[in-house]
Nanobody, 124 residues
Framework: QVQLVESGGGLVQAGGSLRLSCVAS????????MGWYRQAPGKQRELVAA???????NYADSLKGRFTISRENAQNTVHLQMNSLKPEDTAVYYC??????????????????WGQGTQVTVSS
């Protein structure tokens, strides 16, 4: 497993932007795939975006075009650039890492690692 530390959350007005970052430390194999999930109050945790160590990425269909995931392998860092934010994007955003993959719903496999989460609040 790896240790994941997120940063960059906060309060932003609708239409604004935020950039989340997550720094990982630990086994390189365990961070083959890194990504972001989010969980809004009363809702299940859902995948936002994921990226492999070769740069292949995938997104939740509803977020394509507004969110961009990127990765710096040398710094073990993954970023999530969020543009044109909407109040419905308000959630706790969690960084995740897995040696095998990150699905649309979290598997909570013991092979996967999670950050503590960072709050993103979008005001209308």
């Amino acid at each position: 497993q790896v240790q994941l530390v997120e940063s960059g959350g906060g309060l932003v007005q609708a239409g604004g932007s935020l950039r989340l970052s997550c720094v990982a430390s630990g086994s390189g194999f365990s961070m083959n795939v890194m990504g972001w999930y989010r969980q809004a109050p009363g809702k299940q945790r859902e995948l936002v975006a994921a990226i492999t160590n070769s740069g292949r990425s995938n997104y939740a269909d509803s977020l394509k075009g507004r969110f961009t995931i990127s990765r710096e392998n040398a710094q073990n860092t993954v970023h999530l650039q969020m543009n044109s934010l909407k109040p419905e994007d308000t959630a706790v955003y969690y960084c995740a890492a897995s040696p095998y993959g990150l699905g649309s719903s979290p598997s909570y496999s013991r092979d996967d690692s999670w950050g503590q989460g960072t709050q993103v609040t979008v005001s209308s």
